[in-house]
């Protein structure tokens, strides 16, 4: 199975600043990486498909990039609707891998 | 609209079984693969299952292999989970995801709100 390593675990940062998650596979899966964001009591929601696709209706501050086995998510400006936990998918074979998942916190 | 609505999710003792149901519209069902994606309390997110638009093709993690079987029922716009020989360990929300593809590429586009499983005795 492929493994999947986000860091870090959790990230308190103010709104307004940059943020980066970063993830990595254990293995190369080419651009097949997904990013989620997952509020408490929510479903996640999709954010970017082949590692940087943006998907509709998410706002442009998101973004992905990387291939292989580093990939980062990256928040250019951090909107307190943004506090969440994220998580990164592998799609390049089955079993599907998640993250862990990265909590950002309000600083 | 696309709309999933899990149900079924309940209270079982260990080794007991349970079926969980995703209803789905607002798009061509049988033309989606459909996938279930587990969280236990307080964890991270964990895929369970897959399968094709068709139905033909099922697959599993290696964690409930032998003991979980999904299906669905194209005609009533349905994905099951058929759940038996329950463990502790199984406890979790069970949220039925469809599975989005662009050429190569897929991912979970669209999600239920999740039914609740609790193993305990």
């Known amino acids: 199975d492929i493994q999947m390593t986000q860091s870090p675990f959790s990230l308190s940062a103010s709104v307004g600043v940059r943020v980066t998650i970063t993830c990595r596979a254990s293995?190369?899966?080419?651009?097949?990486l997904n990013w989620y964001q997952q509020k408490p009591g929510r479903a996640p929601n999709l954010l970017i498909y082949a590692a940087s696709s943006l998907q509709s209706g998410v706002p442009s501050r998101f973004s992905g990039s990387g291939s292989g086995t580093d990939f980062t998510l990256t928040i250019s400006s951090l909107q307190p609707e943004d506090f969440a936990t994220y998580y990164c998918q592998q799609s390049y074979s089955t079993p599907y891998t998640f993250g862990q998942g990265t909590k950002l916190e309000i600083k | 609209e696309v709309h999933l609505v899990e149900s079924g999710g309940g209270l079982v003792q260990p080794g007991g079984s349970l079926r969980l149901s995703c209803a789905a519209s607002g798009f061509t069902f049988s033309s989606y693969a459909m996938s279930w994606v587990r969280q236990a309390p307080g964890k991270g997110l964990e895929w369970v299952s897959g399968?094709?638009?068709?139905?033909?093709?099922?697959y599993y993690a290696d964690s409930v292999k032998g003991r979980f079987t999904v299906s669905r029922d194209n005609s009533k716009n349905t994905l099951s989970l058929q759940m038996n020989s329950l463990r502790a360990e199984d406890t979790a929300v069970y949220f039925c995801a469809s599975v989005g593809r662009i050429q190569l590429w897929n991912y979970f586009d669209y999600w239920g709100q999740g039914t609740l499983v609790t193993v305990s005795s």
């Open positions: 293995q190369s899966i080419r651009t097949y």
């Open positions: 399968i094709s638009g068709s139905g033909n093709s099922t």
